[in-house]
């Protein structure tokens, strides 16, 4: 088994090597790569069952675009969370909006809701959790960007936990301790993956 240091230095390469990657993209290429893996995550039971989502808000460079998922929710109804990031506590507070526009940009350059006009939900309200990554495997293991926010978000959630990811993003077996939660299922613009044990 790999030591934790060796671990944490094959997350820090992998890390590099898939936002490298990411950034390499033409915005064209990642528009059409977005929809695609929006199309895809349309007609997932899971996803059009849910009545209240959890999306994260793309926010970095040719991240899987969000926006027009989160838009088309609002419009049709559906209870919108976004993550609110308690930067002091090291957690992700959740949040309800109810349009676009009440998202701004914060630390980082994430786009969330205002912190004085926050309509404070938990993860428990979200019927699905939409989650970001750097990299992954088809077993759904994941590598975030480091902060082990999500890791704390979906460590203790009921809800069915959908990343969002191009293919390029993908390795043959994702560099994990652990701490680290995979996810339930992997949307790419080629393919949908699930993990192999369903959570209880």
């Given at each position: ?11 820090q ?36 069952a ?11 460079a ?35 909006i109810?349009?676009?526009q ?92 699930r ?6």
């Amino acid at each position: 088994m790999a030591k934790k240091d060796d671990i944490r230095k094959l997350k820090q390469a992998a890390r590099k090597e898939k936002l490298l990657w990411r950034k390499s993209l033409s915005p064209e290429e990642a528009r059409e790569k977005s929809r695609c893996i929006a199309a895809a995550l349309r007609i997932l039971p899971e996803y059009a069952a849910a009545k209240s989502v959890l999306f994260y808000v793309s926010a970095k460079a040719n991240e899987v675009d969000t926006h027009a998922l989160i838009q088309e929710a609002l419009e049709k109804g559906v209870r919108v969370l976004v993550p609110a990031t308690d930067f002091d506590n090291h957690v992700l507070k959740i949040a309800e909006i109810l349009a676009m526009q009440e998202l701004v940009p914060g630390r980082f350059g994430l786009l969330e809701p205002a912190p004085d006009q926050l309509r404070i939900r938990t993860a428990e309200d979200a019927d699905v959790i939409i989650v970001p990554g750097v990299a992954f495997d088809r077993k759904c293991r994941r590598v975030g960007f480091g902060g082990g926010y999500y890791d704390r978000l979906l460590s203790g959630r009921r809800s069915p936990a959908v990343a969002l990811a191009y293919e390029g993003q993908l390795m043959e077996r994702a560099p994990v301790d652990a701490h680290d939660v995979p996810v339930d299922l992997l949307v790419t613009e080629r393919a949908v993956y699930r993990a192999e044990k369903s959570r209880g």
